[in-house]
């Protein structure tokens, strides 16, 4: 698909694009390892090919003026599985800003999203930048909290490890996969790993890529794997150590693992402080809220998480998506009465029930709407709904032209649709 416009054309990238937009990504992104990370979408990555790539380019200079990229993902939302992209890359030369390319190159990825799917796009970083096309503030990351170095030597010094520590390999991509499964908590909006992108975190990604980390599986006395913690190879120009992920397979496993994930850490952030001859000064625990990590550990500071932007072209059939998940939390309390209607504004969304139970949502014009609806809903408001992103109270104080006439709807509203907290370390 070609779109044009002016003295530019928006395109999908071709084989030959690579070297340009690794060493424009670059020049463009003030980050190491921006341009093997490019290389790695082009040729390594299991979801992505040149094809993902959108660029914008001189119809006259025949040069390439600007690039995105649209990474395919699988996301969790109440233990149902969603696919999304995830926008990342965003750069255009600085002689071709002012002409909205950013604005052209979005449009062709929303497209494609909606003649191909998926239904959810999601992007992080300028704030507010990207709700000029559509995005809402949707996903709510945690906080990051600092640990201070010298309290993790105090933590564990004496504890006594029933567990133990090793570097993971692609061999245990499986067990990875199947502790994610299994222990991830349902209210954790969060991206998915099966065994294909598990073995791409492990061996797959050049070792200079900007997104590569490091990766430790937690063994018991007979060498089963019982956790797993995540952690950049590098520190910040601040002296932290990112930790952007953790898991146990259940309570009694963290009472004992978290000592050990804690001495590693300390290790880690030690050796890679070395590498670059600076201080290894805390940990920034780059997760949901509560983590179990955390334990009672104090934190130094706190850090206010990264904007995370959502977009759906088409929330009837992100719902759709998430109709078992929704299903499953009204399993115990069912609806009244055969339909739910839902008013968009711009389109009606009916959810239906048969005794009580959710087993069906459609869309219909809103010229089709014979009666008052049930919950009047503002696009960007139902989309942080399903997200998670604040409760139907919450959304009711923040929008004032979302409605819901009666206590008992907003109450049923509030089981099918709690607030979720997000892991935001992504496939990419």
């Known amino acids: 698909m070609k779109i044009s416009g002016d003295e530019y054309v928006v395109r999908p990238g071709i084989p030959d694009d690579i070297a340009v937009l690794a060493a424009m990504n670059e020049g463009l992104h003030p980050y190491p390892g921006v341009g093997p990370w490019t290389r790695d979408l082009f040729e390594r990555h299991p979801f992505v090919d040149f ?27 109440g233990g149902t599985s969603v696919p999304a992209v995830q926008i990342e890359l965003v750069g255009s030369d600085p002689r071709d800003r002012g002409h909205n390319l950013t604005g052209r190159m979005l449009d062709a990825v929303h497209q494609r999203c909606r003649t191909m799917g998926p239904a959810l796009q999601l992007i992080s970083g300028i704030p507010y930048f990207y709700r000029r096309f559509g995005y809402e503030y949707a996903v709510r990351p945690g906080d990051s909290i600092d640990v201070a170095a010298a309290v993790l030597q105090d933590h564990h010094c004496h504890s006594e490890l029933d ?174 009465r055969s339909v739910l209607v839902l008013d968009t504004y711009h389109e009606v969304i009916r959810l239906h029930f048969a005794a009580g139970r959710l087993h069906d949502i459609d869309v219909v014009a809103r010229d089709a709407l014979r009666s008052a609806a049930d919950v009047v809903v503002p696009p960007g408001a139902l989309l942080q709904l399903i997200l998670g992103y604040a409760t139907p109270s919450e959304l009711l104080q923040i929008w004032p032209d979302m409605s819901v006439p009666e206590p008992t709807t907003l109450d049923f509203l509030a089981i099918g649709f709690p607030r979720l907290s997000a892991s935001v370390w992504s496939v990419i």
């Open 51 to 77: 094809r993902d790539f959108v660029v914008a380019e001189s119809r006259t200079e025949r040069r390439i003026a600007a690039s995105l990229v649209a990474i395919n993902q699988q996301w969790t939302l």
């Open 163 to 336: 567990f133990f520590v090793r570097p993971a390999v692609s061999a245990d991509a499986p067990a990875l996969a199947g502790l994610d499964r299994s222990a991830v908590p349902a209210d954790v909006l969060r991206c998915h790993r099966d065994e294909t992108s598990w073995v791409y975190e492990l061996s797959g990604r050049r070792k200079d890529s900007l997104p590569s980390v490091e990766v430790a599986v937690i063994t018991d006395r007979l060498g089963a794997i019982a956790g797993y913690v995540v952690n950049s190879p590098r520190i910040g120009s601040d002296g932290a150590l990112k930790v952007f992920a953790a898991e146990c397979v259940n309570d009694d496993v963290w009472a004992g693992a978290r000592a050990v994930m804690l001495r590693y850490l300390a290790d880690a952030g030690a050796a890679a402080a070395r590498r670059t001859g600076s201080q290894f000064t805390a940990l920034r625990m780059l997760m949901p809220d509560g983590h179990q990590l955390m334990g009672m550990l104090p934190p130094v500071a706190v850090h206010r998480a990264e904007p995370w932007y959502a977009r759906s072209g088409d929330l009837g059939a992100l719902l759709k998506w998430c109709l078992p998940a929704l299903a499953a939390r009204w399993r115990e309390h069912g609806w009244p």
